[in-house]
Every structure is written in C-alpha cells, then in structure tokens.
C-alpha cells in the first residue's frame, strides 16, 4: 500500500514537472518572438528588449525551463507586463470562481446522475428505464456550450428570470448563488447524463455477481442487498471518474464562464490568449494542470481506501 | 415421516430472445430429513436451474411453468416474495459454486454475518448474533474466528471462504442446505475438508441436504440418494448404492463406464458419442436417444415416462438388463480403433533414451523490483514456483506431474519448454543443455517440443479459422506444405474431427474440439516432447474420455513422450507411467503409477489418494481417510525443514529442521521425500 | 414443443439477414442513431443541391430574420441564410472530425504497441508523457497550442489529434498487455513464434476492433469538440459555415435573434445523439463477437 502511493507520487511529480518543461518551451513551437507578439507592432525596441528579459526569452532554452520551475517554485508567474500586478494575483482573484463552479457542477451531477442510475439498474429494460437512456444519452451529448447558450437564451433573455451576466457579489450569498445557477446547470448537464449511464452499467455488473446472489439466498431484504451490498461496490468505479469529472469540468468551465461573463480561469485563459499574452497563458493553463492533477490523484486515493481488497492486491504486488 | 422436500412435476422455462426454452421438465424427487440428495449430471442437464428454482432465485427470464416444490408441505411456488425471503436462510439456505466471488468484498465477514442474522431476528441483541456467528465459523474450523469475523473476504482463502460461506448459511440451523458445486474450485484435499465437513454437519444437526455436482465420486463418497439428470429430465435416481452397482438407465451407465481410473488402465474408457443436446434443438422422443446404444424407432419418437425397477426410477421405454456383450457402438472413436496392448500397464522405459532432464531446477518469480523499490533499499521478495527439481523422462513415457494449486507443476513444466526463465539448474534436451540458450536458438527447438494448454478454447487465436491455426507451426518454422488442405484434412482426422471444422472459428467449437485442435497443432510437426497442462479440466466426464482416448492412442502411433500436468488423480492413475507428485516446488514422490496407487512412501500422496473421490460408494466405510489439516502454506516463505511438515500426521522434530532428500525407498523406481517413509502405510483402494 | 419459437415480421425476417447492420436497425435507439448518422450524411454529401443558398452570400436587407417560406430557418445578422449554413456545416465537422480521430487512432495505436509490446523503460517513458498530455484538460491544452499555431483548420485537426492520443494508447496498452496473458499468445510462443509475429499477427487483429470501436464512438465527441474551439475562435475562420461559428455569431446577436442558437446547437445535439445512439448499439451488438467467447 505505501509502495503503491508512492510510485503514485514519483509519476505525479514527473507528469508536473514534464508539464513545466512543455510549457516553459511551448512559446519555441512558433516562429517569431513572443514578446514582440505580445507587445505589438507599435513596440519600442527598449521596451521589448526590457520584456524579453522580464520572460526570460533572451536566455538559452535550458535555463528557461530551468527558470520557469524555479520561479513557480517560489509561488512566482512573473508580472503582467500590460497592468504591472503580479501573474498570481490575477489567478488568485479568478481561481476560486471557476473551482467553486466546478464543485457546484460535480454535486448537481451526483445528486441527480447516481440516482437516476441507481433506479435504471433496478428497472432494467422497463419503459421507464429506456426513456432515462434516451435521456441520459442525450444529457451526454449536450455540450456545455450549446448548453450554456440555450440556458442563457430561455432564462436570461427570453423570460429574464436569472442574471446573463457576471460573478455576481460574492458578499451577498444568494446574490452569488443566482449568478451561479445556470452557468452550473450548463456544465452539469453532460455530466448527469455520463454519471447515470456509468452507475447504471456498473450496478447491473454488480447485480449479477455471486454475492448478490448469496445475499438474496441468505434471506436479506432485496432493498437492503441493493441499496447496502450492491450499491457501495457499484459506487467504487465511479469515485475514480469523478477525479476525472472534475478535471473536464475545469476545462468545460472556459465555455461557461466566457458566455456567463464569469471572471474565471476560463475567462482569463481566453482573454490573456486574445492579447497574446503568453505568460498569463502559461500561468493559468499550468494551475489548471496542477489540478486536474490533484483531482486525480485524490480520486485514486479515495479509490484505494474505498476498496479494501485493493490494498493487499499492492502489498502483494 | 415426511419429507423435508417435495418436488411433484416441476418444469422450469427460460425466456429468451429468440422464444421460449424449457430447462427442467417433469420432474419428482423428494429430500427426506437427514438425508443427503446428490443431483448428478453434465454441464446444461438443468441441475443448477433446480436449485435456483427451489430458492425462487432464477433470473428474471426464468419460470416454474408446472410442479410444486413442496417445502415441509408448503408449495415454494406459491409464496409471495416476501414469505420466500423469510424461508431464504432460515428454512432452506444455500451455498455456492465460486467461494472467491460468493462474499462480498467490500463488507467485513462480521457485517455480512450480522446481515444475515438479521434479516429474520431484525430485533436481536448484536452481542448475541456475533457470538452466535463466532461459534458457528469456529464449528466449520475457521482459527481465531472472534479476530478474523472482523477481517474482509479477500483476506481468506478459498478454502476459508467456502467455510465461511457454510458458516453463514447454517446460522439459523435451516431443515434445507442446498450445495450447489461447492467444492469444484477447490483442491481435493481442501474438497475432501469440505466434504468431511458437511457429513459432520448433518450428522451433528440434522440438515437434509441437496448436493450439486457433476463429480460421480464426489456423489458416491457423500450422498445418501442419487439424481442423474440429462437434457432437463431425470432420467434414473434411487439409492446411491445401487445406482453405482447396478446402473439402470443407458445414460448413468455410460457415465460411470466413461470416468477415468485407476482400475482402467489397461483399457480405453468408454465415450458416449455425440454431446449433450443444446436446450435449443432438442430431439422429439427420448433426450438421449441420439446418444444411446439401446435407442429403437420408439425412443426417438415418443417421450419415455418414469419405470420403476428394484426401487430404481429411470426414464426409459424399456429396462434393458446389461447385455452379455457390448453392442459394437460401444467401442467407439471411429479410426482410433485399435486394440489397446496389455504392455501399456506396466510399461517399463527405465532403459530408454532420455528426452528431457532437469537436474537442480528452481524457478523464482521475482516481485517487480523497480527503480523506486531499490531506491528505497527493498529487498525483492520471491515465489518459490519450482524449488530444486531433478527429473528425468525417457522416450515413449508419459510423466505426470501431479499437485495442487501453488504445487509449481505448471511453472515446472512451462519451464522445461524454457517458456519461463529457469532461475537456476539445468534443462537437457536430448543430451544439450539449453538451460541458457537465447530464445532465437530455442525456437526451431520448439517444433519438437510442444504444448497444449489448460484452457482449449482461449489457447485458439480468436481471429482464426481452424485451418489457419493448423498451418501456423508450418508457416513459423518455414516448413513448406504442398497441399494446405490436405495436411488440414489429415491433423483433423488424426485427432478425431471431421474436415468440416477447418472452416469454424475457435468460439464456434465445444471445449472437447477445441481441445482436439490444440492438440493437432501441436502434433503438427510431429514433435517428440509434449506437455499437456489439465488436458481435462473443464470438460464433461464423457467429454474428457474422449480425449484421454486420444491422448493414450496417439502416444502409442507416434511415440510421443509426455509430461501430463494435472491435479486429478483419476487421470493419471489411467494413462500416466510414471508420477511426480509435487508440493510447494518440490518433487515429494516419484514413481511408477502402480506402486504409487497402492503403496504410496509419502505421507502427502497417502493423503491425496484417500481423498480421490472414487465413484463407487462401497468403498466409502472401508477407505482410510486421511483429511489433511490446514492449508497449503505461501510458496514465497515456504516452512523450514520437510515443507510438509505443518500438515502432516506423521511429522516430528527432525523433520521441522532437517529438509528430507528425494532417496530411493523399496528398491531402485521408487523415490520419496520423506524422512520416515515407513509410517506411510495406505494406498488408495485399501483399508 | 420443446422450443417455442417466437414469430417475426416480415421485416425481421429480411433484417435478420443483414449482419450486424440488421441487428442494430432491430433496436430502437439504434435505428434511430441509424436514421441521423444517415440524414448527416445525405447533408454532407449532397450540400450543394439541398441548400437552398449560397452559405456565403449576404443579403443586408433581410438580416436576422425569423423562419419564413424564404428562409426555412431564417437569417444571420448578414443576412445569410441559416438552413444553407447548417447543411454546409456537417461538411466541416466530418472534415474536422475524420482526420483528428484518425491521427489519434494511429498515434495511440504505434505508441501504445511500442509501449505494451517493448515494456521497461521504453513503457516508463511512454506513460509518463501520455500522462502528461492528459494533465491538461483537452480544450486547455488545445487553448495553449492554439493561441501560438494561430486558428486554422488543419492546426485544429493537430491539436485534436494530439490530445486524443493518450487514450488510444492507452487502451492499446493495456489490451497489449491482456493480450500477452491470453493462452493464445502463451501458444504461439510455445510454437515458436517470435514476438513480431505475435504482435502483427496475433494481438493487433484482436484488438484492433475495440480500438474502431471505440473510434466511432468518438467521432460525435470530437465534432463537439471542434465546434467548440471554432466557438471559441480558435478553429476554421469565418465564413466558413461551422456549426461553431455560428453559434458564435449567434451569440454576439442573442438579444435581437435567438435563431442562429437554436438551429445550430439542436443541429449540434442531434447529430452527437445519432452517432453516440448508433455507435453504443453497434458496440453492444458486437461485444460478445469480439470478446470470442460466443459459443455456437
């Protein structure tokens, strides 16, 4: 078990430090000096010379990775050459919006996916649990952005009940909820659908197994042997997508927020692009990494504890 | 008195997509108090669906179209689903096939026993149900029950879950046990545990018990009455020792003739020709008239009903008494017809040349040792699969290798075809040492020297038609083939099989062909050496004498040598000449076949012949049995001294500490393991 | 009767010969999924004779107009009509789609046989990088690449491909190394067959239909995908007709018109629905085929 959650560590180290080293040399794909993209035409050679030294783009390439992690290991991006206030304090202001979207998105599609899943694998091949199919199916290939789009369309524009735009005050609670409700729903939609297929394939998997089985033979009541035994096995597959859940949903985030006006990751990501502004770029597309990771890596050891028969398997292996 | 279990006509159907099937039809028997019922047949005969049946646990396709399943005069049939809940477990209780995947893995075996109790005392006490469950795992000898109730199933062995899951259904001292398959995936000596176990069971609580198996020793050694089902019938049942003595239906008769044994050995074993009917296509008039010997215009038409002969029920037209002479179908396997020499029993190949020797072989398996585990200074910890192995095969014998699961007797013989890395030793091949060659060098080496592998249809490249598979030793090794379609032809018929099948792909085959087509591909370049790892396992009784027929015949066309890998005994005291019995690595016993049936030098061999399941249950009172204690322990920290010692009756000081050598008892064939052979004193037949 | 067997229409009964094709047009959500993915096909290969209109032609004067007998969908805010633009669409997200899902294919499938049938290091390296492609979440790793590579199509393609690498190599890997501890593989060797053989002959026949499988299955995920970056300007350039772009058009007009939204997100939903619809069917036709484990 220990070995195994430190092999585990060691990769997720080098998958951060390798994803560095990609975006400290991603401004090399392109010809061109970045500083002068970023700047525009209009540039003075000094102030470009000046930029190029603030990125360290007039260093040789090894040392600018070498640079890069060195920086980010002391808490530092660099500072926006546009309003002169430090990198992390622009993804400090933005971050907690789009994680606290995120999560919002991830519980919607918990509480709705798992027990749509869970009633489809009890009614299996009932009318019901064929128009929940449909319905799922259909939830999974909703886009977030379509999604997004029709939300603000129906509730902002045409019947003008929810606000189309911004963060809301993040001080006034119910305020902030009010803003957050459609651009959650969007991003959920695809995920409802995805975690109610998933439970739903995996408690039949379960359903069929000996144990349940036994169970049912040793005389335990049918809501107890699927509610108890069956569902907490099916429940373990699941965790592990959710770190995975999380991840996309960080990444579907830049569609909601940039149609919600959200001040996000997603918003700064995509503006900061709109101006070539590659170090805000290469800031905030690395803290969105950092996360996906963690998200991962948390889901995988959740899944380790939840399944006891996991962590003799590595003690042996 | 009453029965405890009344079955009056039952018919059980599946709905499926294509229509409807029926699995079980007519069918009676009764399960009197006390009584053990053994239900006996092939595998799709319907057995499994009966006990799901009486449980009411069939699958959700599945009906009781017609019958009463009486249960102490209550029609099972009629409950509503929560009065059947309340008989699950508490009245009639049942245990299962696989124990690995029986328990649930996730919840404690406490929590499971609890749930149990619980689901009919919902009031009870705790403390008093985990007293009541720590005294019940330790009745069905689970060491340390009050600590290890507090353990996950996966922290049991198999042999341990199956306890526990007998445990579990006898909580609430049920009239019923039903058992379906409980010891098929288990060892014989832990099956003869088990066994022992629920004999004891129904002797201390009087349990009726209803026993599934397709094991005829099992059932002789076990049960008090018998059931033979076929193709959904019943088709002979009444008291064990009269079927077993004076068989009445053709079916239970060509069933016992075909079990290996022993005693057979200087015969072919009779098949029954054709398979088991598929649910799908079932014939009009008797369901094994296609397959009986005896069969008239009447049987393939008309359905037989019950007769009833010196208290024997069968399901025939007509009782035919046995014949004086065997009806010329009855020596079967078309052109393998030969006689089989009497020179075949005590074969003696002492003289002749040496194909394979290994002297001093180890194979270790090494725990992955990655970078990361020798940065932080781990030591890599190995499995012990074959531990000093010195064996030596002649041309034209056959060796089997003979243990349990963890025994090392298929890493040995893998290793000998150098398809694992030897850890240390040597492997001679007709007198060259390819201990150390590079794999390039050995594979011309490998057309002579072949495989067939335990699981026949997944050993079959699934993209590739039989033709193909057949051709691949001649397209690996670039021997040139003039007619593609006639070296096809000529392996298929070699082995038994019609041309037709050169066009089938491997899951359109039964186990019992697909079998056959793993052994022509490896006789296919006509090899010296081959190995054959469970060359029944997983086949049907009359399936698998099929193919040990075969096996015995082609040895004697092609001399072949063998090594035979297998855990049942059955099958090598019928065609093996020589015998290795192995156990944790080592090679504990070896000697020729005969002397080891009956005069066994080791104390684990004496322990593994009591515990063939023989299927004649007159010998059941007169055999010594001898039930092992424990369990095989872990070949990565193998006991210090005889590796036996933990488990062996006979053991003492000296043999914790001092390892016994492989050494020659009575004379020069006879080699033992042991450091006082002469306390072994029975063998298998004998009292 | 032993067998009942239940009687089929005439129309199951000519399905019933059809293989494959036949048994996933006998399942509702399959022939449905089958109908879309053929209306999508019809669109892209006939475009030019369904549209009504020149997807690129302007026409000021009717701008941002309603559905009407004209304009079967209505207009954009230049007036250009909407049905023409959808229809066109379909052409640019199967032009987007089949490439990317292809690189990916056969990208995963080199990597993922080098790494399962190599191992050791070579393996170590391997995942380590696949891994560190998967950190980024795709539409922020496409996002990165884009911004620098400048929006096109054929860049959108790459980046698609890119990121939709780790998974097939990773399936790839692992159904290398399920497949080395088949008995059949164990098999050949004990023929002696070297390990080239076995893996071009043996293991990638057999898991090569997982892996288009599991291709098709993708190609809906990938026309959302790629709508979304051209939503989001990083992929073909307008006036191309990508059902992204006009969405993104849409948007910038969505208080005086909600048309441009509506027709092309539903456009956008139905046709995932249809290929997901007929390509889970197909896969759950196919299941217990590729497996090989159907008996007779």
Not at chain 2, 158 to 183: F, Y
């Amino acid at each position: 078990m220990r070995r195994y959650l430190l092999k585990r560590l060691v990769t997720t180290i080098l998958v951060l430090l390798l994803s560095m080293v990609f975006l400290a040399l991603l401004v090399h794909i392109v010809p061109g000096d970045a500083a002068r993209t970023l700047l525009g035409p209009r540039a003075t050679p000094e102030l470009i010379a000046k930029v190029r030294s603030e990125m360290d783009l007039d260093k040789p390439p090894m040392v600018q990775v070498g640079l890069f992690i060195w920086k980010i290991l002391h808490g530092s991006f660099g500072t926006d050459v546009f309003t002169g206030r430090p990198i992390s304090m622009l993804i400090g202001s933005a971050l907690p919006h789009t994680i606290i979207l995120a999560f919002s998105s991830l519980g919607l599609a918990v509480l709705l996916g798992i027990p749509l899943g869970v009633f489809s694998a009890t009614h299996p091949d009932s009318w019901l649990d064929r128009i929940l199919a449909l319905f799922s199916i259909s939830f999974i290939t909703i886009p977030s952005y379509v999604g997004g789009l029709f939300l603000l369309l129906i509730f902002a524009v045409q019947l003008r009940v929810m606000p189309a735009i911004g963060v809301g005050d993040p001080s006034n609670i119910p305020d902030y909820i009010k803003h957050l409700i459609l651009p959650a729903v969007a991003l959920a939609i695809t995920w409802v659908g995805y975690l109610a297929r998933l439970v739903r394939a995996s408690m039949l998997e379960v359903l069929n197994e000996n144990y349940i089985r036994a169970a049912l033979a040793a005389g335990i009541p049918l809501r107890k042997v699927v509610y108890k035994y069956a569902l907490k096995n099916a429940l373990i597959p699941t965790v592990a997508v959710l770190g995975v859940g999380l991840g996309n949903l960080m990444g579907g985030a830049v569609f909601v927020e940039i149609i919600f006006s959200r001040a996000g990751m997603g918003t700064l990501i995509y503006n900061a692009i709109q101006s070539r502004n590659y170090p805000i770029v290469r800031a905030g597309v690395l803290v969105v990494a950092c996360l996906f990771i963690a998200a991962n890596l948390l889901a995988d050891l959740a899944y380790t504890y939840l399944d006891p028969r996991i962590q003799l398997d590595k003690m042996q292996g | 008195m009453d029965p405890v279990l009344d079955v009056r006509g039952l018919e059980i159907k599946y709905h499926v997509r294509e229509g409807t099937l029926t699995a079980v039809r007519n069918l009676n028997f009764t399960v009197g108090a006390g009584e053990i019922v053994g239900i006996v047949g092939e595998s799709g005969c319907g057995k499994s669906t009966v006990a799901s049946a009486i449980m009411r646990l069939l699958p959700p396709n599945g009906v009781i179209s017609a019958g009463q399943i009486l249960f102490k005069g209550r029609d099972l049939c009629r409950l509503s689903q929560e009065e059947m809940r309340d008989i699950r477990g508490k009245d009639i209780s049942m245990i299962f096939q696989d124990p690995l995947t029986s328990l649930n893995p996730v919840f404690r075996i406490k929590d499971q026993m609890l749930d149990a109790q619980r689901a009919h005392h919902p009031q009870a006490d705790t403390k008093e149900l985990l007293e009541r469950a720590v005294r019940m795992l330790e009745r069905v000898g689970i060491p340390d029950a009050a600590d290890r109730i507090e353990d996950y199933p996966h922290q049991f062995s198999g042999g341990m879950r199956q306890r526990i899951m007998i445990a579990i259904a006898l909580l609430s001292n049920p009239a019923l046990l039903i058992a379906d398959e409980p010891t098929s995936a288990l060892d014989v000596t832990l099956e003869a545990q088990i066994l022992e176990l629920i004999r004891g069971l129904r002797d201390e609580l009087g349990t009726s018990v209803l026993y599934i198996t397709h094991d005829l020793g099992v059932v002789a050694q076990l049960c008090d009455r018998v059931i033979v089902m076929y193709a959904g019938n019943l088709v002979e049942a009444g008291d064990v020792y009269s079927i077993f003595q004076s068989p009445k239906h053709p079916y239970t008769r060509a069933l016992l003739r075909s079990h290996p044994s022993h005693s057979l050995r200087a015969e072919r074993l009779r098949t029954i020709r054709g398979r088991v009917p598929s649910l799908r296509d079932l014939p009009p008039g008797c369901k094994f008239a296609p397959r009986c010997d005896y069969a008239t215009q009447t049987c393939h038409l008309v359905e037989p009903g019950y007769l009833t002969i010196d208290g024997q029920v069968i399901l025939c037209h007509s009782y035919h008494p046995e014949p004086a002479a065997e009806p010329a179908e009855l020596i079967p396997d078309s052109h393998t017809r030969r006689a089989v020499a009497q020179a075949a029993v005590d074969r003696s190949f002492a003289g002749s040349e040496v194909v394979v020797e290994t002297r001093g072989l180890r194979t270790y398996f090494y725990d992955t040792a990655g970078l990361l585990a020798q940065l932080l200074g781990r030591q890599a910890g190995a499995v012990r699969a074959v531990d000093g192995v010195d064996l030596r095969v002649h041309r034209g014998e056959t060796l089997a290798l003979v243990g349990e699961s963890g025994s090392g007797k298929t890493t040995l013989g893998r290793t000998i075809l150098r398809l694992e890395r030897p850890t240390d030793g040597q492997i001679i091949v007709e007198g060259q040492d390819i201990t150390h060659w590079p794999q390039s060098k050995i594979r011309p080496l490998r057309a002579r020297m072949q495989m067939i592998f335990q699981d026949p249809i997944s050993s079959l490249s699934p993209r590739m038609k039989v033709s193909s598979i057949l051709l691949e030793p001649f397209r690996i090794h670039h021997v040139p083939v003039e007619d593609p379609e006639r070296t096809v032809d000529e392996l298929l018929e070699m082995v038994g099989l019609s041309s037709e099948q050169a066009d089938k792909y491997p899951h359109q085959l039964s186990g019992g062909q697909a079998r056959r087509v793993g052994i022509a591909r490896a006789l296919a370049l006509r090899p010296d050496l081959l190995v054959a790892d469970e060359p029944t396992a997983g086949l049907d009784v009359s399936v698998a004498a099929g193919i040990l027929n075969l096996l015995k015949d082609l040895r004697e066309q092609l001399n072949l040598t063998y090594i035979i890998i297998t855990h049942n005994l059955n099958v090598i005291g019928f065609i093996a000449d020589r015998v290795a019995v192995m156990y944790l690595g080592r090679v504990v016993e070896l000697a020729p076949t005969e002397p080891l049936f009956t005069a066994p030098k080791h104390p684990y061999t004496e322990a593994l012949m009591s515990a063939i399941a023989i299927p004649d249950p007159s010998l059941r009172d007169k055999r010594r049995r001898i039930i092992l204690q424990g369990e095989i322990p872990s070949p990565r920290n193998p006991p210090a001294g005889c590796a036996f010692h933990p488990r062996c009756p006979y053991a003492e000081k000296r043999c914790s500490e001092e390892a016994p050598l492989l050494r020659p008892v009575n004379g020069g064939e006879h080699l033992s393991a042991c450091h006082f052979p002469e306390r072994v004193r029975g063998g298998a037949m004998f009292a | 009767m032993e067998f009942v067997i239940r009687p089929r229409s005439q129309v199951q009964i000519f399905l019933d010969r059809i293989p494959v094709l036949g048994e996933v047009l006998q399942r509702p959500l399959g022939a449905l999924g089958f109908f879309i993915v053929f209306m999508f096909l019809i669109a892209v290969i006939f475009a030019p004779v369904l549209a009504p209109y020149d997807y690129a032609k302007q026409d000021i004067p009717s701008m941002l107009q309603g559905p009407s007998r004209a304009h079967l969908l209505g207009t954009d805010h230049l007036g250009r009509d909407l049905l023409s633009r959808i229809i066109y669409g379909s052409r640019i997200a199967l032009i987007a789609a089949v490439p990317s899902v292809s690189i990916a294919l056969i990208g995963g499938i080199i990597l993922g046989l080098l790494a399962g049938y190599i191992g050791g290091i070579v393996d170590d390296i391997i995942v380590i990088v696949l891994d560190t492609i998967k950190a980024f979440p795709a539409v922020i790793l496409a996002l990165a690449i884009l911004a620098l590579l400048g929006p096109s199509l054929v860049n959108e393609i790459l980046v698609i491909g890119l990121a939709w690498i780790p998974g097939y190599a990773r399936v790839t890997r692992a159904q290398v190394f399920s497949a080395r501890q088949n008995l059949y593989v164990e098999a050949e060797r004990s023929l002696g067959a070297p390990s080239r053989r076995i893996v071009l002959r043996h293991i990638l026949p057999n898991i090569l239909a997982p892996l288009l499988i599991l291709a098709a299955m993708d190609l809906p995920v990938v026309i959302t995908f790629e709508a979304g970056l051209s939503f989001l300007g990083l992929g073909v350039r307008p006036p191309t007709p990508s059902w992204g772009i006009i969405l993104s058009e849409g948007f910038n007009f969505i208080r005086q018109t909600p048309w441009p939204i509506t027709w092309a997100g539903l456009t956008l939903i139905i046709t995932t629905l249809g290929f997901t619809l007929f390509g889970e069917t197909l896969r759950d036709v196919l299941d217990p085929r590729l497996i090989g484990t159907r008996r007779a």
